[in-house]
């Protein structure tokens, strides 16, 4: 059975007590190098929105515009390029008249899901920390 996020917290942190920093940069070198190589996939403004609204069924390029207004038809194209170089979103081109063209989530970009809630419920609850700060 998976562990609660409370005890993985725990976990990691307890690794701390007592050591010196040196020794805990080198137990968490690989850990921190996989952080990085996640980071390089997932990173930018759009991906991870863009992963969300595909979790959610297939769209076709003008429908995620319309669901991201903010970004440029440029970084839209570029960012689902890249999902897809990195086998996370699946292009589907149909032969019809006029040529359409669909994103959906690969069943590798579902790996991305439990990451998601958990940006999401980090920013919900950031968002809520914040307006009674300044409250």
Known sequence: MDKSLKERIEDFKSYMIDKPPLEIIEHYKRDLLA?????????????????????????????LERGLPKITPRMLSKELRELEINGLILRTVYDSRPIKVTYKLADYGYT????????????????????????
């Open 35 to 63: 952080i990085q190589d996640s980071m390089e996939i997932i990173q930018g403004r759009w991906k991870m929105s863009i992963i969300a609204l595909l979790c959610n069924g297939e769209f076709r390029y003008s429908e």
């Open 112 to 135: 991305l899901v439990p990451l998601i809630i958990e940006l999401t419920n980090w920013g919900k609850q950031h968002r809520e920390k914040i307006k009674t700060a300044t409250l």
